[in-house]
């Protein structure tokens, strides 16, 4: 009894969970170990250089790998472990393989996101994105659950902002 | 105990040891736990795969804009294709366009089921042992290369024959300088949709093909069966004329129309003449004064007194216009007649323009040559057939015989993008690119090249034919000096004034000021098969065939759009219908889908009959285009009456398709009509309501039959003035109530009957409203979306409708495959439909006023209907998850993400707008898919995609609104009026639909909603339509002055 109970409540957990799931926390490894720690914090890059339609559509955009590939076609890395990347994205690149980055953001289908209006309302990227200048691997640092998005919406967070929350807003 | 041994037994299915109770908890305890577990862990893991260089222009989810011309018909509109991340998922009408200013027909807007066909093919494919397999380029221009050579060699090069569908540009004159090169006779340009008796009795009047059709100069017009807004002619421009023409009241045209079958120009006219078939020339004579109105009546069956009346009423009014376009063994000489009598009238130069041609029927080759064809093959005499863009196979009558003489071909090369049934006779198959796939030109009126190029990468390995014939040539020593250049993009730039610079100028804006200067070949007169006059044929009946509006000759029946999207005059889908008079069907006992057997000289067909009362009482109509064979996995729905049409042609070549009568009779058996009619009449709801233009004029209300209960609503009160005040009654219905066109339009929320149920909202001292307080920083509610529908405009051709389709990722239901397995009776195309599962965001109700007598004298309306955005809506309060709500700006939303499926919104709804996903029309792991790739490759990536269980309705685009206010807010400013505007709104070729911000002064739909002709459906509900429609303007009698 007690044994069916365990299984009980785990399975009861685990669907409760499981439908709203939070990939809080997520860090999956990617083929390429991008440091942002390197990028942004020492090189002191702007996130626009790279994510180059943030404040221009409602997708963020990923870098073309000829952006990489801008520097890297002489930066070779510094450290051993940097130099093994190096050579994997220019692998790519002489293979006129895109880099399959994994996604670690994703709002569901039925949420439209305007990346842009956020960006250019001083919705700075590290308010939903979390310190990603001190990720070494990129990890999800918000819920980005809908209850969060809307904290924020009416008006909530430090400081506040003034955004719309009518349903239709976002959800269309 | 016993129990828990049977429960176990049928759980486990192990018998003899009883499990107890407790172990079978557990395991299903543990059961579920691991599903839920392996649950949680199959999220799938996306992958981001960025561009190797970002393209210069691209911004990833911002759409990018390309212009070319459409290809669908030869009219040559010019489209605007929006490209999102490489993929055109929409089609608009370019504005600057002089053909069609902006406009799309519902065929242009189904191009990208073409372009995204999941049946087209692959790649080039050679016959190997009997059957099409696959092939490589390099094999199969090696292939073709050598059938050239060896065709040459053996003294056939004058022998071969080249079928283009024809098309205007440079390319027909690119390829008779090829075949040229290569000893081959220029090609045969062919269009089975084209009226060629018109044309020919065009060209030998006029000079030229299809002159412009000025309808705003005109006072009458009488079309004998020249049906200008189904898709005879250059139809788009004819529309945007027609309904300008109209749409000024005082000077708006009659339109009587002639003919045995009454089409949608025929529903659009204010007079139908339903003369048997192949009696037009009568009334020609008769409107010449060479006929008396008493022998004109004899031979067309019509009463003396309405010919009388139409001969005195065409007499005295000046400038008319009059067409021809029968389809019968006579077309030629009723189309010169009809010529001389708007000579004899003064109408050339004033209604009728030669010198402002369409010219996308110039040079086109006559149906007999094709049909010629098929016995020059029979009897040897082709080495060579290479076909593009034809289907001629299929759009023959079968009694051509051309599949069977084809096969005498030695060697036959199809460019055809499709499996038709033409090409799947081919030997070699050398897919063209889709007209969006590549690079071209056409000149659709003097003066102006439409210029064509590719929107995106081919889907497909597929290469444009222009490209692989200069390769050939290249190959080619006796023509490889003529082609010195890589592609026929450089070839089309050499001819370009200006060159590629010019070029790159004027590809934005989609045309370029100029004259393609391409001489017309001398095409021989070839032999006609005379079609004898339809009275020497036997029958109990007139047979008419007339091609179906969307899909046409059957070049669109593989796109699921254009077969789900109702015919505009009979409301069916996905089926053959054979047409008759309610009358005629009483008198042989016959209900809507009992099926008749029509028996001709060439052969039987057996249909499912509809009653219906636009046809002449002697006559039964069939669409063609249906009844494929081989052409996709849509295209077998319906049946060909092309199948039992003998063959003969009128004097000009053209296929004579109102030639024969037909033994008609009851067949066994029935089919339910696959239709999304409910009824053809109001019974006096007032859905669609006309005005007299006298009444009009005069500021009566008039009287229109279709609001029988006006005065009952009136007399017991509707709703409460918005002034709190209750309707006095008794007054005149749509004068004093509030929601009508001349109360203020409330921007905001709600209507005030609604005060008490709103709580805060309704509360006028409350400060907690939040963003529905007209104050709020937002401003939200300060806007109120909203929607004009003039029904003076609207013919009911559907381009709206497919508009949205194309928009908003509208799934089509109607394929045989999407058919759940509960219903078992229902199987087939048009399962679905017949079950009242067709899911269009908009559709076109389509009403009869009068004729219920069986009398031809009834009067149609048209009413685009969509979700009304009600400002009192039903369907708000009874959903129980506030899945749908009223936004502050007016709309009514509908969250997908929340809906449950209870189905209580569409059961509220008067309207019937609300549409449920029965089954996963959107989930591409369900049977029911409706977009089999790659037709997903066109889904709107800003409209949601809605699974099973979940409501959809029209949503006045929200996602334009939002691109909108996002253009607005980046640019730092505030939106401008009229700056965009909904899916369907934007295509309507009548311009019948005005979107836009009614709490706005300076939006156009503001003033249109305050018009006097404006109302709103199901007034009397309170509901308080964000959608206004303007009555339609009905011109019933002769106008004063005619005795």
Redesign the interface.
Known sequence: MPGFIFIAALATMLSAYSGASSSEGNSPVQPVAYRHTIHVDTLKMNCLYCHYTANKSFDPGMPAVGTCMGCHTVIAGSTDGNKAEIKKLVGFWNKKEGVPWVRIHKLPEYVHFPHMRHVNAGVSCQTCHGEIQNMKQVYQASSLNMGWCINCHIGQSNPPFKARYDCAVCHY | MSDERKSAATITQNPPSAVKR?EF??VL??G??AT??I??AS?K??????????PDQT????STYYATTCRECPAGCGVIAETRDGRTIKLEGNPEHPVNRGALCARGQAALQGLYNPDRYRGPMARKNGKLEAVTWDEALQIFAQKLGETRSRGGAASTVFINQHETGSFPGFLDAWLAGFGMPPHISYDAEADHAVIAANRATYGVAMPRLDFRAARLIVSIGADFLDNWGAMVPQQLDWADARADHDKAPRLIYVGPRRSLTGLNADQWIDCRPGSEMAIVRMLQGQMPADAAAQATGVSAAVLETFAREFTATTPSMVLAGSGGADGFELATAVNALNQSRGNVGVTIKPAEPYLGFERISSPAEVRGLTERMNAGGVSLLMVRGANPAFTLPRAAGFAAAMAKVPFKVSFSSYPDETSSVADLVLPDHHPLEQWGDAEPVHGTISLQQPSMDPVFDTRATSDVLIELAKKDPGSAARYPMPDYRSWLIGRFAGGAAALAAALPRGISAGTLGQPAPARPAPAIRAAAPIEQSSGNMYLVLYPHPFIGDGRGANKPWLQEIPDPVTKICWQTVAEMHPATADRMGLADGDHVSIQTSAGTLTLPVYRYLGTQKDTVAVATGRGHTSAGRYAKSGSNPLEILPLGEDRAGGVAFVSTKANVSKAAGYALLVTTEGSSRQHGRGIGRAIAIADLRAGRPGNDPAVANAAEVARNGGAQSHAGEPNAGGEEHGETMPGDATHTFLPGLRSPVARDAQGELGNEQSTKKG?YDPNH??G?SKRRWAMTVDLARCTGCAACVSACYAENNIPTVGADWQVGTAAPDRTGFGANITRGREMAWIRIERYFEGGEDGSADFDTRFIPMMCQHCGNAPCEPVCPVYAT?H???G?N?Q???RCVGTRYCSNNCPYKVRYFNWFGYGEPARPQYAFPEPLNWQLNP????RGKGVMEKC?FC??RI?EAE?RA??EKRALKPDEFTTACAAGCPSRAIVFGDVADENWTVTQLAKDERGYHVFEELNTYTAVVYLKKVNHPAAPAGVA
Request: some cysteine; aromatic content about 8%.
């Open positions: 407790r908890l557990k305890g543990v579920t736990a839920t577990m649950g949680c999220e893991v996306e992958k981001l795969i960025p561009y190797l260089v970002s911004v990833p989810g911002v963003m920083w937002s939200m709500y936004a502050p700006d709309l939303v969250v997908y993400n800003d409209v949601t995609v949503s929200v996602q939002r996002n807010a980046l």
